[in-house]
């Protein structure tokens, strides 16, 4: 929703300021994490984007949302977010260093 009705200028200033940023973003995990290749490092950086903004939701729910969620007994939404975060993360990270080490 965000890249839509915006200029082409625009999109293309954000989208080359973005991949500088996760170009820095990759040199910082793998400075971590040597294990892994280039791609495997922008491929982390990649799934730390689509977690975060598939899971932003969970951060922030409407109030109806809420509302049935605590009905529901469910965890908080700021737990559930963080949790989700941790997991989906630490997953894609373990299976790029193993998958880094079969090759």
């Known amino acids: 929703m965000l890249e839509r009705n915006i200029s082409i ?3 293309r200033g954000f989208k080359r300021r973005a991949a500088v940023n996760n170009a820095r973003f ?6 971590q994490v ?3 290749s280039e791609q495997a490092a922008a491929t982390f950086v990649g799934a730390v984007v689509v977690t ?3 899971l ?3 951060a922030k729910p409407t109030h109806a949302v809420a509302q049935v969620m605590a009905e529901l007994k469910a965890p908080p939404a700021d ?3 963080a949790n ?3 997991e989906g993360l ?3 990270l373990i299976g790029l260093v193993a998958r880094s080490a079969g090759s």
């Open 34 to 36: 040597p294990e892994l």
């Open 9 to 11: 200028d625009f999109a």
């Open 90 to 92: 630490t997953n894609q």
């Open 52 to 54: 975060v903004a598939g």
């Open 79 to 81: 737990e559930m977010f």
């Open 56 to 58: 932003w939701p969970y």
């Open 84 to 86: 989700g975060v941790r």
């Open 26 to 31: 990759a040199a910082l995990v793998r400075a």
